[in-house]
T-cell receptor, first 113, second 116 residues
């Protein structure tokens, strides 16, 4: 049962344009959401997070939006750069028992020069 | 000066063998994790240790046994390897457990296991 879904396996964007990566979740009890970025042959690295009490968090070129009623979050990258080409994983934190992260399957972003 | 390191990076072995993957972190973190990324790209937690104590043990076959000799190390031993164990195994660490103020997880580069 996939509680965190990234329905777009890949996305291509022109350099300088906006990249929008989407993530949907099914468990309304998730209280914290994260985005990780992964380059080939490397482990995921933390990018940005958002608490469920907020609807937006911004860090430089990266902004995460959370729509709790739709159980949807998105990552915006503006402007996109070729170095942003990577796989982006969305994750959500559970709140029952010992907290843990549930990851999506990732979206491969390719930024074209 | 790698923060979270794993050895080996690649592991090719026959069905039925026993193998170990080692993980070390030099960040001074108290919590360490093993994740498995399967062929469908799901990244799922397997185990977590906090101060050498097992705190998360997902539904994983008991052929998988983690061991934390100290806070900086978390090893994963797999007995009687099966074809379905082929995956990328990631180690991670964080200062606090998930839900704590310093919960950000730092991942190692992964170990690519192929069982033939």
């Amino acid at each position: 049962d996939q509680q965190v879904k990234q329905n777009s396996p890949s996305l291509s964007v022109q350099e300088g344009r906006i990249s929008i990566l989407n993530c949907d979740y099914t468990n309304s009890m998730f209280d914290y959401f994260l985005w990780y970025k992964k380059y080939p042959a490397e482990g995921p690295t933390f990018l940005i997070s958002i608490s469920s009490i907020k609807d937006k968090n911004e860090d430089g070129r990266f902004t995460v939006f959370l729509n709790k009623s739709a159980k949807h979050l998105s990552l915006h990258i503006v402007p996109s750069q070729p170095g942003d080409s990577a796989v982006y994983f969305c994750a959500a934190r559970t709140t029952s028992g010992t907290y843990k992260y549930i990851f999506g399957t990732g979206t491969r972003l390719k930024v074209l020069a | 000066d790698t923060a979270v390191s794993q050895t080996p990076k690649y592991l090719v072995t026959q069905m039925g063998n026993d193998k170990s993957i080692k993980c070390e972190q030099n960040l001074g973190h108290d919590t360490m994790y093993w994740y498995k990324q399967d062929s469908k790209k799901f990244l799922k937690i397997m185990f977590s240790y906090n101060n050498k104590e097992l705190i998360i043990n997902e539904t994983v076959p008991n052929r998988f046994s983690p061991k934390s000799p100290d806070k900086a190390h978390l090893n994963l031993h797999i007995n009687s390897l099966e074809l379905g164990d082929s995956a990328v195994y990631f180690c991670a660490s964080s200062q606090d457990v998930a839900g704590g103020p310093r919960e950000t997880q730092y991942f190692g580069p992964g170990t690519r296991l192929l069982v033939l």
